[in-house]
């Protein structure tokens, strides 16, 4: 059974503060890794796509990866109070079966 | 501009009836799934589809069927609507041209079943 686990939160960062975000997944054919974010009543959507170790920046966020320690994270720098949301971990394996597996997500709030 | 849509966002049904959920997706997109999403759960896959005429059982599918007769729509079925499949359903697709593997979501569909 192929797993992602994340710790559920809540986080709880001060605004201007850096949130980290970390997940650990089970199967060593994963591929390619994802960061979605859900606000309350809404779906997720992709923030950030990582697909080979190191990191990787787009703004105020950077994916971690290492893929020897089965591990991702996401840091969001000057944690604003829009950051308030559920963060998915998300990994893919690379074959045929396209499903991708879908942490539990960890709740962020960012303190004013 | 991306766009996943699905018939309902709210929908109260009673035990025993026959429930469809619709979701279109105007990208052009081969793969088609559908989840659902419960507190403390995590968004669960229930049916997958490659193509039309094609399906894929996921990871709970016992009480749901689907259909795909059209590329851009994927129909998730409650044979026969129970209780504990009171949840929030998500329909997503990606592409597999090009090499992106972003699933794009659709907004959901609130079911309770009464």
């Known amino acids: ?112 | 501009d991306v766009k996943v849509t699905q018939s309902s966002r709210y929908l109260v049904k009673r035990t025993g009836e026959k429930v469809f959920l619709e979701c279109v997706q105007d990208m052009d997109h081969e793969n088609m799934f559908w989840y659902r999403q419960d507190p403390g759960l995590g968004l669960r896959l229930i049916y997958f589809s490659y193509d039309v005429k094609m399906k894929e059982k996921g990871d709970i599918p016992e009480g749901y069927s689907v259909s795909r007769e059209k590329k851009e729509r994927f129909s998730l079925i409650l044979e026969s609507a129970s209780t504990n499949q009171t949840s929030m359903y998500l329909c997503a697709s990606t592409s597999q041209a090009g090499g992106s593997e972003t699933q794009y979501f659709g907004p959901g569909t609130r079911l309770l079943v009464l």
């Open chain 1, 1 to 112: 059974q192929k797993e992602v686990e994340q710790n559920s939160g809540p986080l709880s960062v001060p605004e201007g503060a850096i949130a980290s975000l970390n997940c650990t997944y089970s199967d060593r054919g994963s591929q390619s890794f994802f960061w979605y974010r859900q606000y309350s009543g809404k779906s997720p959507e992709l923030i950030m796509s990582i697909y080979s170790n190191g990191d990787k920046e787009d703004g105020r966020f950077t994916a971690q990866l290492n893929k020897a320690s089965q591990y991702v994270s996401l840091l969001i720098r000057d944690s604003q109070p829009s950051d308030s949301a559920t963060y998915l971990c998300a990994v893919k394996a690379w074959d045929r079966d396209d499903k991708i597996i879908f942490g539990k997500g960890t709740r962020l709030h960012i303190l004013p």
